[in-house]
């Protein structure tokens, strides 16, 4: 199992640009999360879907922000136009039908907006 | 809406003091219970999950926790720390069964002094 995983590892870009972040689930599983890290607000839930609709998008910080899942394992988070502020450790994780089934997290996004 | 909190921003231990994190959350109903580790630069990992049965849960790396249903607790404990546990360690609750609505504490950082 090659585990959730995301891409870039890295990204910087100027503030105003477009950045996309990608994800793909654990074969498998339905439930899919994006959340940020900081230091001065840890992590944050931004959005989870659940069998490709998405269930709560309450902390999507502003209309800057979007997040879709086209099909059953792959997602995208972008972020256009990316401001500064938006510097932070993205993580996509997932998690499956089973019952009681734990988050699995991937490697995350570090991006940085100049 | 439930909540976790956690008792102790920072944690400062020599190698070899026994460790407890504190864990509560707010939630009436049946709850499962995980703990989870970030070591630097790294991605979230389950250390232990609590769903029925015995409080008394093991984990990876002789961690372990205890749920107290009555004072809504689940704490995190090592009889012996090591070096390689500093970490940030991040408490969570998932209210529903079906692996969906993950509340995470704000999370405990812990140095181990060698």
């Known amino acids: 199992d090659a585990g959730v995983i995301q891409s870039p590892r890295h990204e910087v870009t100027e503030m105003g640009q477009e950045v996309t972040l990608r994800c793909k689930l654990i074969s498998g599983h339905n439930s899919l999360f994006w959340y940020r890290q900081t230091m001065m607000r840890g992590l944050e839930l931004l959005i989870y879907?659940?069998?490709?609709?998405?269930?709560?998008d309450s902390g999507m910080p502003e209309d800057r922000f979007s997040a879709k899942m086209p099909n059953a394992s792959f997602s995208t988070l972008k972020i256009q136009p990316s401001e500064p502020r938006d510097s932070a450790v993205y993580f996509c994780?997932?998690?499956?039908?089973?019952?009681?089934?734990?988050?699995?997290f991937g490697n995350g996004t570090r991006l940085t907006v100049t | 809406a439930q909540s976790v909190s956690q008792h102790n921003h920072h944690v400062i231990l020599s190698e070899a003091a026994s460790l407890e994190l504190g864990c509560n959350y707010s939630y009436g109903g049946t709850v499962n219970l995980f703990w989870y580790v970030q070591y630097p630069g790294q991605h979230l990992q389950l250390l232990l999950k609590?769903?029925?049965?015995?409080?008394l849960v093991k984990g990876i790396k002789g961690f372990e926790a205890e749920f107290i249903k009555s004072k809504f607790s689940f704490n995190l404990r090592k009889p012996s720390v090591q070096w390689s546990d500093t970490a940030e360690y991040f408490c969570a609750v998932n209210v529903d069964n079906y692996g969906q609505n993950f509340v995470f504490g704000p999370g405990t950082r812990l140095s181990v002094l060698p």
């Open positions: 879907f659940n069998n490709n609709v998405p269930i709560d």
């Open positions: 609590y769903f029925s049965g015995d409080p």
């Open positions: 994780a997932s998690s499956s039908r089973e019952l009681n089934s734990p988050l699995h």
